[in-house]
C-alpha cells in the first residue's frame, strides 16, 4: 500500500540512558538504610511464599490509582490488591488486572538464609536522602519527600539453590502529587529460576523492564546498571496517569515519508530507529542509548 508524499508520520521512542559503570562499588553504600539497625519490621517467613499487608501511612499515588495498603511479598515484588506468592514470573507487560513493582520478582526462599524487612518513614533523615536522591534525578520538580516505604530483600536464598545470596531494595517516596521509585542492587547471585526486574500496571497502560532483568544468568550486572548514573539504582517516577507515558524520556519525532507499507508492522521500524539513533549520538547522546517505539501515529500534512 502506497500512501501519498505528503504524509507524515509521528513516531513516539523513549530514550533509555544505559549507563555501564566501570569501577567496582560496594553495593550495600547505595541501600537505605534497613534491617533491624534501622529499625525495620521484619518480614518473618517460615515458608518460602509469604507476604506482609503493609498499611501505608500515606496514599501512594501509581500511574493515577492511589493505594493506601501494600503487600511486600517475599517473591520480590509490591502488589497493591492482594498478597502474591507466585514465584512463576508474568513477564511485563502482563496486560493484566493488578499493578505490580518488581525490584526483582523471582523464587526466593528465606527459609534457607536472607531476611526481608520493611520500614515507613515520615520524618528523619531517610526523608531528607529521598528529596535529595529525587531532585537530583528529576531535577525541575522542586520535590519534597514526605513519606518514604523501603522493604530489603537481605541476602536471601533462590528455592532450591541454598547457598545463593542477593541482596536488593526498592524504595517508595512521594510528596505533594508525586511519587517515585528507587530500585537497589546489591550482589545478585546468578539465578537458575525465573526473574524479572521492573514494574507494570493494570492493562500494562506503563510498564518497565530493566534490560537483560529477565537472564538469570545476566542479572548479576545489575549491580552495575543504572538509569541515573549511580551503580546499581534505578529511578522512576511513577505518579502519572495511566494514559501519560512516564517513561522518562519520551521523545516525539515528526518525519516526512515519500512511502511506507505499515511501519508497524513487525521488523518495519526497527531500521527507522537505528537511523534516529545514530542521529541522536550525533547530538550528544551517548552511544549506548536505546530507543524503544512507543506509538506511531500517521498524520495529515
Ligand atoms: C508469614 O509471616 C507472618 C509474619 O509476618 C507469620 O506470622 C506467618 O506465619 C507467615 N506465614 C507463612 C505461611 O510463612
Ligand atoms: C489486553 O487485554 C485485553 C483484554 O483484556 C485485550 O482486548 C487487549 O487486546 C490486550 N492488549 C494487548 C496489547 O495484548
Ligand atoms: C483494563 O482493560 C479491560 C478490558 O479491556 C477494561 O474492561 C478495564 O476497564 C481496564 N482497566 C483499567 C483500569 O483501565
Ligand atoms: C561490574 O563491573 C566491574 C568492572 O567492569 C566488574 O569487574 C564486575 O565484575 C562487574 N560486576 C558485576 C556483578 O557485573
Redesign the pocket.
Known sequence: MRFPLSHYLLVFVSVLSLSRVTEAQSAPAIFYPFGSVAGDTVNIAIEDENSTQVDLWSPFVFFGRIYNRIYVNSNGHLTFKQSSSQYIVNYF?I?GSEDIIAPLWTDVDVSINGIISYQQYSSGSVLTQATQDINQYFPDLSFTANWVLVATWDRVAYFYHSGTETSFQVVLISGGDLAFILMNYGDIAVAYNMVQAGYDTI??TAYFKIPESDVGSSIPNLKNSTNVNVPGRWAFRVDSGPDQNIQGNILGVQMRVTSFSDLRESGKIEPVLEKLQQELVKYGLPSSVKLTLRRIQKTQP
Open positions: 507487560p496486560n492493562n500494562s
